[in-house]
């Protein structure tokens, strides 16, 4: 059984190496909201909490040590490639609202606003220091789970 009972049990972390101002474009752009920012030595950020919905993600400044300091290199540093990206599932007016608002901050769509055969927006784009972030309505809590499909 979970450990959280109010919220995301699977909970996404990131490194950035300006951490202040990509909590900045993302409450901005993606309209997500700060939990939590506790701030670390020279102006970094020690450890974020970001929410949107019932959803979370952790952040902190990749210039922070730690167990994890080691493992992580930024997208920029991996020539723009990620071995996982973060999906915000929003109503398909705040998807559009979204898009315009990442399209005005000039971040590059890497999908453009569609409406996939599975249903709902989507569209992606890359926040200011590369990372993925898929954002769409499609809610797969929503929709049976493939096991109830095959029954």
Not at 3 to 22: F, K, M
Not at 91 to 112: G, L, M, W
Request: charged letters at 15%; proline letters at 6%; aromatic letters at 8%.
């Amino acid at each position: 059984m979970s450990a959280s009972v109010n919220g995301s049990t699977i909970i996404p972390a990131i490194r950035y190496v300006d951490c202040n101002a990509a909590i900045e474009w993302l409450c901005t752009v993606l309209g997500m909201t700060r939990r939590a920012v506790y701030p670390g030595p020279g102006d970094t950020v020690a450890h974020g909490e970001l929410t949107y919905g019932g959803g979370m993600v952790m952040l902190g400044s990749a210039s922070n040590g730690g167990a994890s300091a080691g493992r992580w290199i930024s997208p920029k540093d991996a020539g723009g490639r990620e071995t996982s990206h973060v999906c915000l599932i929003m109503t398909d007016d705040h998807c559009r609202a979204a898009y315009e608002r990442a399209k005005a901050a000039n971040a590059p769509i890497v999908q453009e606003l569609t409406s996939p055969s599975h249903g709902g927006l989507s569209f992606g784009c890359e926040d200011p220091e590369g990372h993925t972030w898929w954002v769409g309505s499609y809610d797969p809590w929503a929709h049976p789970a493939q096991e109830d499909l095959q029954s």
